[in-house]
């Protein structure tokens, strides 16, 4: 956010979803999560599909943004 404010760039800070097609990245997002969690970040692992869309499982990032690439 501090380089985007001083390259004048506008950013929005919005989250994101990592989302799982397998059992595989379920198991790895799960794994993340709790790594994540350990060093004090808030995301949130649901062992669900949080768009009804799917998916096995969803991480969570609240503080992730996007930037507009122009």
Known sequence: MKL???LGVSF?????WL???????A???SESARLLKE????D?????DPLGRG??????RPRDGVIHPA
């Open 27 to 29: 198991e790895d997002l």
């Open 12 to 16: 929005e800070r919005c989250g994101s």
């Open 55 to 60: 998916f096995l499982a969803g991480l969570y």
């Open 4 to 6: 985007a404010a001083e």
């Open 44 to 48: 949130r692992f649901t062992p669900t």
């Open 39 to 42: 060093d004090g970040f808030e």
């Open 19 to 25: 989302l799982a097609d397998t059992k595989e990245e």
